[in-house]
């Protein structure tokens, strides 16, 4: 990949720079390296940006997220993925919007914001139904369940 991004034929193409950039990053993400992951998919998601493309805006936000979730920086996390959130649910993304409540949920849960999570999960539950997603209402359902649990012993 790193001599993708030395072609000329990428420099002239942001949009398949982009996606070099991505894809570096989801290696240096499986490397265990979440510090060089989330510059790449930051390098990704600006030219991505610059060519209009949200969809995929969204995907290296999500991404970027679980870097800065891995890191434990959980600031970052949430909103790198309440950005994605929201062009997912302005593309009408919805069963990606599934996944990202659900990963919003999680940094609650990493925070110790039981109650939090749990109504991130209840929102992603509910928009899973809406749109019939099995997948996504099984996924939920376990998330909510964790949460509730970890919210009761809190208490």
């Known amino acids: 990949l790193h001599a993708a991004l030395e072609d000329p034929r990428f420099r002239d193409d942001k949009r398949e720079l982009a996606a070099v950039h991505y894809q570096t990053g989801l290696l240096h993400q499986a490397k265990t390296d979440p510090k060089a992951a989330i510059t790449s998919f930051r390098e990704a998601d600006q030219l ?29 996390a949430l909103k790198s993925h309440r950005e994605s959130l929201e062009l997912r649910t302005k593309l009408g993304e919805m069963k990606k919007a599934v996944i990202t409540l ?45 949460a509730e649990k970890l919210s009761a012993k809190k208490k």
């Open 102 to 146: 659900n990963n919003i949920g999680i940094v609650f849960c990493a925070q110790a914001r039981y109650n939090e999570a749990v109504a991130e999960f209840k929102e992603a539950d509910t928009l899973a139904r809406e749109i019939k997603d099995d997948e996504g209402i099984q996924i939920t359902q376990s998330n909510l369940k964790r």
């Open 48 to 76: 991505f940006a610059a060519v209009g493309d949200q969809s995929n805006r969204a995907t290296c936000l999500s991404s970027m997220g679980m870097a800065h979730r891995g890191l434990g920086e959980l600031d970052h």
